[in-house]
């Protein structure tokens, strides 16, 4: 039945970067990592679900801020060894820092520079006492 995971090239850990793109913009939201679990999960629930290296769980993308991640398509590339999810990002907040997007820095003149607005306060965001390891994308 789940035959097409077998179609991926993990890698050494069992893991495949998946990066979330929202469905009606392209705009690049997020990079993670899933596992066979979470891609299967996120296939029949169709919602992001993640592995978090971090926390060493399955992590459904908005569990704790809301900001869940409906899958509207999965797409698979040449090499079968990255995952894009066109997603609709629920609150428009894909990014633990409250911004629409975690790629909010444009390397300017030797230096990064942040180009986009916080959309709402991570501390609002999340009830527990905000960290940025528990929440990373890593």
Known sequence: MNDWLDDINWNAEGLVPAIAQDHKTGRVLMMAWMNREALSLTASENRAIYWSRSRGKLWRKGE???HVQK???LRLDCDADVIILMVEQIGGIACHTGRESCFYR???????K??????????????APHSSAGHSHE
């Open 71 to 73: 899958l509207h398509e």
């Open 106 to 112: 444009v390397f300017e003149h030797g230096a990064w």
């Open 64 to 66: 704790e801020s809301g």
């Open 114 to 127: 942040i180009v986009d607005p916080v959309l709402k306060d991570p501390h609002a965001i999340y009830s």
